[in-house]
């Protein structure tokens, strides 16, 4: 079982991520932690019951998600697109995205965000960012985008802001 603990004012505590933390971005360089972490809230977010569009460009994340959702891989309302495919994103996103009922995970956005996929999902209030966004191409955007929650990860813990908490937030599995 995953959790995550929020050190704020000396004190830690259990968070439950859930749909008030969106959107969302969680930006760190390759060996921050920045992937397991992602790919662990967003697997939370699954398990909870909701719907859930996963893309990334490495098979290693899209498998550490399934193995976390366990048989939740097998619902309907999970859909994990082929790493690295990015035609397929496209089209699964333009699907999914107006609706708005789906949690749009998008995992190496520094690499697989291009202008095309931007302007399918960014209006998405349901949107979580993953990746070195230092290094994207679409920085202007990311740095003008309202997110509702950032986290800078870096050394496998996170600095986590939000409108209502912020504080050393890090990943546990139990």
Known sequence: ?????LTENNKEREVHFDVSFL?????????SGTSFFSVSL????ALQGLPVVFYSLKSQARLLFEEQIGDRKNDK?????????TELAQ????????????????????????KELLAVVEKSDKLILSGDLSRSLLQKYVDEKKFA???????????????NTQGIIRVENE
């Open 1 to 5: 079982m995953t959790k995550f603990y």
């Open 91 to 114: 089209k699964t996103f333009s699907e999914f995205a107006p609706n708005n009922k789906h949690v749009l995970f998008i995992k190496n956005a520094e690499t697989v965000l291009t």
């Open 42 to 45: 967003i697997s939370s977010l």
């Open 23 to 31: 959107p969302m971005l969680i930006s760190g360089a390759e060996g």
């Open 149 to 163: 929650t950032t986290i800078v990860m870096d050394n496998r813990k996170g600095y986590l802001v939000n409108k």
């Open 77 to 85: 309302d999970i859909v994990s697109i082929e790493s690295g495919n």
